[in-house]
């Protein structure tokens, strides 16, 4: 069992290549929610919803986000009359999102949720939320706190944040099948997600380090020089007090990590780090990517 933590865009892409080389149910995947967050009446699960989609094989790949061919005529609908609504839901995706709404009202876990909608897929591997208990993730602005989605939706990252910070304050227990897949885990891979909004909300669910110990860490950056390959990694890094490249992903994962992983590209130097192609511009990338991954397993 390969078990990866994963966030919306980096590591999916990555999950992508390792599909071509492990059979799914050999693979598990710790999901970051903290950008979930109630909308329209659905319960949106950003990444949860990309890595399912993504085994289910109804991805949409150019975006990394929703459902290939899905349609949006309920939004459509829903602009007329409430202009102000910021994120764009396709009908099918939407209602994955109801659905998930009505289960958790119903006194199901997220996990429980989670593996309902597998089940309904078909899907064999096994995705898991970091928690059962909601931790959102909020930036600080001029204009005051605001949940991630608005500031990297509406305003796509393009206003100045002095803080990030989680509501509430308590760092949430892991689901029991979170830290249930790092036991079982032969190798656990921190995949090439935005390092503080996607995979530092997993790692700070109670247990994850404590199960960390032990296991064989493989971790991949998503940065590129100064540049992460996607999202607003950079801005988010700096207002943590980080470098805002490799050389500040590995300092956020110090006291994890076995071996990192860096681009051939990359001209920041990390002690110790491996290089290969990380960027995943083709599944076949990803998957010559994961293959060397598993080369130090």
Same mark, same amino acid.
């Given at each position: 069992?390969?078990t990866?933590?994963?966030g ?8 992508q ?8 149910p050999?693979?598990? *995947?710790?999901?970051?929610t903290?950008e979930?967050?109630r ?6 699960s +950003? ?8 085994f289910a ?5 150019t975006?990394w986000?929703? !459902?290939?061919?899905d ?5 459509g609908?829903i602009? $007329? ?5 910021f994120?764009?839901i396709g009908d099918?995706d939407?209602? @994955?999102?109801?659905?998930?709404a ?5 006194g199901l876990?997220?996990?429980? *949720?989670? &593996?309902e ?11 898991? +939320?970091?928690?059962?208990?909601r931790?959102t ?5 001029a ?6 989605? $608005?500031y ?13 910070i989680?509501?509430p !304050? ?13 036991? &079982?885990a032969?190798?656990?891979i921190?995949?090439?997600?935005n +390092?503080?909004t996607? !995979?530092?909300? !997993?790692?700070?669910?109670?247990g994850? &380090? ?12 998503p @940065?590129?020089g ?7 990694a950079?801005q ?9 490249d ?5 300092k956020m994962?110090?006291?994890?990590v ?6 051939t590209?990359?001209?920041v ?5 491996? &290089? ?7 599944p $076949? ?7 060397a991954i598993?080369?130090?397993?």
């Amino acid at each position: 069992m390969i078990t990866f933590l994963s966030g919306g865009t980096g590591t999916p892409k990555l999950l992508q290549g390792a599909r071509k080389v492990l059979d799914d149910p050999e693979i598990s *995947v710790i999901v970051n929610t903290g950008e979930d967050i109630r909308y329209q009446g659905g319960h949106i699960s +950003p990444d949860v919803d990309t890595v399912t989609y993504l085994f289910a094989g109804i991805l949409n790949t150019t975006t990394w986000w929703g !459902i290939a061919g899905d349609t949006f005529t309920t939004h459509g609908i829903i602009r $007329e009359y409430l202009p102000d609504a910021f994120i764009s839901i396709g009908d099918l995706d939407r209602a @994955f999102q109801i659905i998930r709404a009505d289960l958790l009202e119903k006194g199901l876990t997220l996990t429980e *949720v989670t &593996r309902e909608i597998c089940r309904h897929l078909g899907i064999s591997a096994n995705i898991v +939320p970091m928690s059962n208990d909601r931790w959102t993730t909020l930036v600080r602005t001029a204009a005051g706190d605001m949940h991630f989605q $608005e500031y990297w939706v509406r305003h796509r990252g393009n206003i100045p944040l002095t803080a990030v910070i989680h509501d509430p !304050i308590p760092c949430p227990p892991a689901a029991p099948g979170a830290l249930d897949a790092i036991r &079982r885990a032969e190798t656990v891979i921190i995949g090439p997600s935005n +390092p503080v909004t996607s !995979i530092l909300p !997993i790692l700070s669910c109670s247990g994850i &380090r404590e199960e960390l110990q032990g296991k064989k860490v493989i971790a991949v950056s998503p @940065f590129i020089g100064d540049q992460p390959v996607s999202g607003p990694a950079g801005q988010l890094m700096e207002v943590m007090g980080y470098q805002a490249d490799s050389s500040g992903v590995m300092k956020m994962y110090e006291g994890i990590v076995d071996l990192f992983i860096q681009d051939t590209r990359d001209p920041v130097h990390v002690p110790g780090a491996a &290089r290969y192609d990380t960027l995943m511009k083709t599944p $076949e990338i990803a998957g010559n990517l994961m293959r060397a991954i598993l080369s130090h397993t």
